[in-house]
Structures are given as structure tokens and as C-alpha cells.
């Protein structure tokens, strides 16, 4: 189909593009930025007066509960929550139910998320067989899948030994192992250690959990030239250590998550289980490190973390209560709010959202350039909404910022040069 998107604020991060202009697509590509070839006859024509049109987002962090935990979110509900909030690009780890550690599962997770015509599902295989850090995958096989990287998920690899291995193998090859930075002894508290956790009881997890495995896995990565993407940090001294270690020419992307970003430990409150999250909320000096880092490019891209959780998991005492929350609704919203808040311009939120979290894929997408998939996000970014759990699409209803009011709405996404969403 011929779509014309016509008089919006078009902005690319990538290429520093930022004009009033038309985009014209055919073909599931675009084919012009401004004006449109004359053989050019729209069968669609969008308004965007008054929008921003930008690339599709890319979501390093969503999981999609299926297989094995539809009561908590299956790919309908959540590809739907996505293309809503202009993700067109979204990774899954791959803690599923089986876990996504044989070719076959992650044929059939993509066979069927092909078959919604949604977001492109981008599935992260199991670095060892069932996630139990013993047994390495056979990666190619699960790279021919359609796998991006691979990773242990929230399931911390206490065997250093196997994670050297897995360093070597991968980049053998050329693939990137994904690793959320937690030492597995330390790891198993329930909020941030300090001063809230002690005076409310609550185990502890301290920021040697983070720093441990991070000196950790900087040091096998000296000796082996693998590519890492660390996932969710959530400290200031995590901040800086991957700041050196890029420094000193590692391999190493990363990214932070929307509620480290926005939230502090103190947004536990009474216990509330909404704010029981992996990793846990820090203190104020950690968020400002970590906004700090966003902005000056030592960390690589804002994520999600959207983890659906059902109304029977939370309703538990805090240190029983599963962990995770709904965002990917919010993913967007929260760039917008960050950005505002530290004076950033636009783009620089976008960025972080687009074109970079696509370098840490190493793919082509998350930019408007000419002959590009016409991954298109068009945001008004004047209109303002407040966070209602009931109205969120996502299965997942449980989220630290139900009442927040946000700026940016969505108003139409494009996937492959297909309207996989505009606003009623």
C-alpha cells in the first residue's frame, strides 16, 4: 500500500533530521522524505499537523508471557500494548515456560507473533540449557532461529568458568551475550540495601551484587574478545564502571530501565508490591547517576522492562509478591518525562529509544532514511494522559505509576509499511 504521512515534525535521531515534512511509503519502505515523486498517488493519507513523526521504538526488554504463562499476558494482548505505544521492534528473553533453549520454540514464538502482524518479535535464546548455568546451548542452531543473542534472564550464572566459556564460544561466532549484572549470592534480596530496607525488614540487596559481577565479567572480557549488552543497571559505581570499561575499548552496550530511571526505594512505600522489581529501586544518588549516564551516552538505550504480572502474584506480601511491572505503555511517555526534566532536547530522548538501541542489535532499523522499512511512530507530543491501569492494553494491570499524569500519546504506528495501530 501507498501511505502518505503528511505534515509532521519529522525527526531522526540517526541522521539529525529534524524538519517539517511528508514521508512517503510504498512498498513497506519509505521512498521519499519531503516531497513525494509525482508517479506517487497515496491510497492512505495520514495528518500529522502538529506530530512528530519518528522511527518505530525498540524495546530491548519486553516479555510476552508466552509459552506457559498466558494467565500473565499472551502475544495479543502485548503486541497490541506495543504497537499502542509505537514500539515496532521488541526483544524477549528467554525465561518462558519452556524456556527458549531449543530451535523449535523460538520458530514457533516467531511463527506466531508473524502471524498477529504486530511488532517484530525479536527472541533472545538461552545462553545454557533450561537456564540452570551448567550446559551451554548449541547457539548457532538458535541463531538460524531467528535468535538476536543470548542470555540467563533474570537467572544469575554463578559458574564463572561456564560464563568464560560462553564468552568464547559467542564470540567465535559473533554473537552477543546479553547479562543482567548480579552476583548470585548477593542477588537474592528484596529491595535495595540500606536504610528504608532495614528500618521495613526487607533482605537486602546491595550494590556489590551489581559491581562483583560486572568486575567479573570485565575481566573475562580482557581476555576474549566477546560482545556483551548489560542489562538493567541500577547503580551510580555500576554507571561508573561500565563509563571505565568503555573507556578502556570493551565490547559493552547497556541499558536502564524506565522504573530505575523514574523511581527511587522510597516509592516502595508501604510495602507496596506494584513497586516489587528486578532489580530493585535504589536510592536518589543512583537515579541521578543513571539519568546522568542516559544522557551522556554511557548507557546505551531506555528499556521497558514490561513484565506482566497477574492480580494473584501481587496480591502477596511484598517479599512473596512476583516481581515485575507493566511498561511498555509507558516506555515512551517516560523518555518524554525524563527529557523534560533534565532539559534534554526531543531528540536526545528519541535517540535512546530508536537509533540506539538498533546499534546494540546491530540491525538497520530504528531510523527515517530513504529505502528503509517504513517502521514509523507518530507522536503528539502536546497531549497529556494519566496513567490508568484498567485502560492499559497490556494483560498485565499492575505498574508504580497507575495516577501518573504523562506527556505524549500515540496516535498512529506503522510496522513494515502497515498500520499496525492508530488511535480512534
Same mark, same amino acid.
Given at each position: ?11 531522526? =535521531? ?78 524477549? =528473553? ?8 531449543? =530451535? ?98 526487607? $533482605? ?20 576474549? =574478545? ?142 527515517? $532514511? ?55
Amino acid at each position: 500500500m501507498k501511505i502518505l504521512i503528511q505534515g509532521g515534525r519529522v525527526i531522526d =535521531p540517526q541522521s539529525q533530521r529534524d524538519e517539517i515534512a511528508d514521508v512517503a511509503i510504498s512498498a513497506g519502505k519509505i521512498v521519499a522524505i519531503g516531497q513525494a515523486p509525482a508517479d506517487f498517488h497515496a491510497q492512505k493519507t495520514i495528518s500529522a499537523a502538529g506530530c512528530v513523526v519518528m522511527p518505530g521504538l525498540v524495546d530491548l526488554a519486553v516479555r510476552l508471557r508466552e509459552p506457559g504463562h498466558e494467565h500473565e499476558g499472551m502475544l495479543d494482548s502485548e503486541l497490541a500494548a506495543a504497537v499502542a505505544a509505537g514500539v515496532t521492534s521488541l526483544v524477549c =528473553p528467554p525465561d518462558t515456560t519452556p524456556v527458549l533453549d531449543e =530451535p523449535g520454540l523460538v520458530e514457533m514464538l516467531r511463527f506466531k507473533a508473524n502471524k498477529l502482524n504486530r511488532s517484530n518479535v525479536l527472541p533472545l535464546g538461552a545462553l545454557t540449557r533450561g537456564l540452570k548455568g551448567e550446559v551451554l546451548t548449541e547457539m548457532v542452531k538458535l541463531s538460524e532461529a531467528g535468535c538476536v543473542g543470548f542470555s540467563q534472564a533474570e537467572v544469575a550464572l554463578g559458574n564463572t568458568q561456564v560464563l568464560q566459556r560462553a564468552l568464547q564460544y559467542a564470540s567465535s561466532f559473533g554473537y552477543t551475550v546479553w547479562l543482567r549484572p548480579q552476583e548470585l549470592h548477593l542477588g537474592k534480596g528484596v529491595a535495595a540495601s540500606g536504610a528504608l530496607a532495614t528500618r521495613m525488614g526487607l $533482605s537486602g540487596v546491595p550494590v556489590a551484587a551489581e559491581t562483583i559481577a560486572l568486575h567479573t565479567i570485565f575481566e573475562l572480557m580482557r581476555h576474549t =574478545p566477546a560482545r556483551v549488552h548489560l542489562c538493567r543497571l541500577s547503580s551510580a559505581a555500576g554507571v561508573a564502571l561500565v563509563r571505565q570499561a568503555k573507556a578502556d575499548g570493551l565490547n559493552v552496550t547497556c541499558d536502564v530501565s524506565i522504573n530505575s530511571l523514574h523511581l527511587t526505594d522510597v516509592d516502595v512505600g508501604y510495602f507496596d508490591a506494584r513497586a516489587r522489581l528486578s532489580p530493585p529501586l535504589r536510592q536518589q544518588a543512583d537515579r541521578e547517576a543513571l539519568r546522568q549516564g542516559l544522557a551522556d551516552g554511557s548507557i546505551d538505550a531506555l528499556v521497558s522492562d514490561h513484565c506482566p504480572v497477574d492480580a494473584d502474584n501481587k496480591a502477596l506480601p511484598f517479599a512473596e509478591a512476583e516481581q515485575g511491572a507493566t511498561g511498555v505503555e509507558l516506555l515512551l511517555s517516560l523518555a518524554l518525562k525524563w527529557a523534560q526534566d533534565s532539559k534534554l532536547p526531543l531528540s536526545r530522548a528519541l535517540a535512546s529509544l530508536t537509533c540506539q538501541p538498533s546499534r546494540v542489535l546491530q540491525l538497520p532499523s530504528g531510523s527515517l $532514511s530513504l529505502g528503509s522499512l517504513a517502521d514509523v511512530c507518530v507522536l503528539d507530543p502536546q497531549a497529556h494522559w494519566q496513567v490508568t491501569p484498567s485502560a492499559l492494553r497490556s494483560q498485565g494491570k499492575y505498574t508504580p505509576f497507575a495516577g501518573y499524569e504523562l506527556p505524549g500519546r500515540v496516535r498512529c504506528t506503522l510496522v513494515g509499511g502497515h498500520v499496525a495501530y492508530q488511535a480512534a
